[in-house]
T-cell receptor, first 113, second 114 residues
């Protein structure tokens, strides 16, 4: 069945460090891919998305490229800030007609000043 | 433009009780999806409603049921609550259910079953 796998956390970085959070997916066809962010006590906010192979999604300095060869959608940011501390979820659109999202288990990022 | 709203924000119930959670979709959206997020886990798809009809269901028992109203708001009902139903319940709305459409999430309802 469809699945999404993210790197295990927590990830702890110093401010201005480079961030990579790995995400790979297993799905039928070429699903749309998403990164969502969840701040403590809140719901999910869309961070970025890509709807077809080789698309690059970007927002607030974060980027991710849809790589169909490696079925990956790794999240990157060149210089993290303390305010980026949150839980990051990779998601893929599931196969079938519902448009349901399949989420990874989440990666906690902690950025220290 | 009003975003997705959910009520209540928190709820405490006991085993065997029933609960109803509510969601108002974003303006212009006709599709609502419900997810369950257990502590420390990613959200799991419960079901989706499109124009008042159920449009797909995840691996949840029949005691999880829902409704969508003509204004596209939605309810999630859970009967015979179990301890494992304790979770954050998230509602998401979208313009429709196609592959490329983005789902926008509400803040969630945190349910505790004692």
């Amino acid at each position: 069945g469809d699945s999404v796998t993210q790197m295990e956390g927590p990830v702890t970085l110093s401010e201005e460090a480079f961030l990579t959070i790995n995400c790979t997916y297993t799905a039928t066809g070429y699903p749309s891919l998403f990164w969502y962010v969840q701040y403590p006590g809140e719901g999910l906010q869309l961070l970025l998305k890509a709807t077809k192979a080789d698309d690059k999604g970007s927002n607030k300095g974060f980027e991710a490229t849809y790589r169909k060869e490696t079925t990956s959608f790794h999240l990157e940011k060149g210089s993290v800030q303390v305010s980026d501390s949150a839980v990051y979820f990779c998601a893929a659109r599931g196969s079938g007609n519902t448009g349901k999202l399949i989420f990874g288990q989440g990666t906690t990022l902690q950025v220290k000043p | 433009e009003t975003g997705v709203t959910q009520s209540p924000t928190h709820l405490i119930k006991t085993r065997g009780q029933q609960v109803t959670l509510r969601c108002s979709s974003q303006s212009g959206h006709n599709t609502v999806s419900w997810y369950q997020q257990a502590l420390g886990q990613g959200p799991q798809f419960i079901f989706q409603y499109y124009r008042e009809e159920e449009n797909g269901r995840g691996n949840f028992p029949p005691r999880f049921s829902g409704l969508q109203f003509p204004n596209y708001s939605s309810e999630l009902n859970v009967n015979a609550l179990e301890l494992d139903d304790s979770a954050l319940y998230l509602c998401a709305s979208s313009r429709d259910f196609r592959n490329s459409e983005t789902q926008y999430f509400g803040p969630g309802t945190r349910l505790l079953v004692l």
